[in-house]
C-alpha cells in the first residue's frame, strides 16, 4: 500500500513562490506518472500537473508559466516549483498518481496567498 506525503506549503503574499514536495513509500512510484491535485474551499479536489515516468510534464492552463513539477525516482519524489503564486492558486495540495488507480490520499499541504 503506498502512502504520500506532501510538505511544503505556507502562507504566502501574492507574487511570492514555494516548493513542495511529495515522499512516496510502500511502493516505487518511477513506473508511473504522478501528479499534483489541489482542493480549494468549497471546490472539488482537480489535477493540476503531471509528469510521466520519462519526465515529461503537463499543466492545466492557468499554470504554465509558473509552476513546474518534477521527481527524483532514486528518491521516490515529486516536488512542484510554484512561482508568482495568486490567490487563487490558495489550496491543499496533494500527490498521487495519475490515474489514482485507487490510492489513497495523504493529508496534503495548504498553501495560503493572500496579503
Known amino acids: 500500500q503506498v502512502q504520500f506525503v506532501e510538505s511544503g506549503g505556507d502562507l504566502v503574499q501574492p507574487g511570492g513562490s514555494l516548493r513542495l514536495s511529495c515522499v512516496a513509500s510502500g511502493r516505487n512510484v518511477s513506473r508511473w506518472s504522478m501528479g499534483w491535485y489541489r482542493q480549494a474551499p468549497g471546490k472539488p479536489r482537480e489535477l493540476v500537473t503531471q509528469i510521466d515516468n520519462n519526465g515529461m510534464p503537463d499543466y492545466i492552463d492557468s499554470l504554465k508559466g509558473r509552476f513546474t513539477i518534477s521527481r527524483d525516482n532514486a528518491k521516490n519524489m515529486v516536488f512542484l516549483q510554484m512561482n508568482n503564486l495568486k490567490p487563487e492558486d490558495t489550496a491543499v495540495y496533494y500527490c498521487?498518481?495519475?490515474?489514482?488507480?485507487?490510492?489513497?490520499w495523504g493529508q496534503g499541504t495548504q498553501i495560503t496567498v493572500s496579503s
Open positions: 498521487n498518481f495519475v490515474p489514482t488507480r485507487g490510492s489513497g
